[in-house]
């Protein structure tokens, strides 16, 4: 069983950064791929990044790479989404969640935290 808590979301203007964190709980946290997906007002959840279980490999939407970089730290038990040059469309209820396996699709991650807003104004 692994139980997530996403914190760090909140109001920025277009061009600012934030950083989410994600801390889980569970002795096999180090073993599984995390990853943050986010969802806006009346659309589908949509994958945003991933690493495994190392954090020797990432992978991150088109629409974010460049701009947003995974990383973990397994003795802290914590995954981070760093988010620079934000744009209005960013704006969305952001998750992290876990998986077996590195995948993109949603319906293969397993647990999931509450979720946090993220608010970018133009």
């Known amino acids: 069983q692994v139980q997530l808590v996403e914190s760090g979301g909140g109001l920025v203007q277009a061009g600012g950064s934030l950083r989410l964190s994600c801390a889980a709980s569970g002795r096999t946290f180090s073993y599984y791929t995390m990853g943050w997906f986010r969802q806006a007002p009346g659309k589908e959840r949509e994958f945003v990044a991933a690493?495994?279980?190392?954090?020797?490999?990432?992978y991150y939407a088109d629409s974010v790479k460049g701009r947003f970089t995974i990383s973990r730290d397994n003795a802290k038990i914590t995954i981070y989404l760093q988010m620079n040059n934000l744009k209005p469309e960013d704006t969305a209820v952001y998750y992290c969640?876990?998986?077996?396996?590195?995948?993109?699709?949603?319906?293969?991650?397993?647990?999931w935290g509450q979720g946090t807003q993220v608010t970018v104004s133009s």
């Open positions: 690493s495994n279980w190392s954090g020797s490999s990432t």
């Open positions: 969640a876990s998986a077996r396996a590195t995948t993109p699709k949603a319906n293969e991650y397993s647990y």
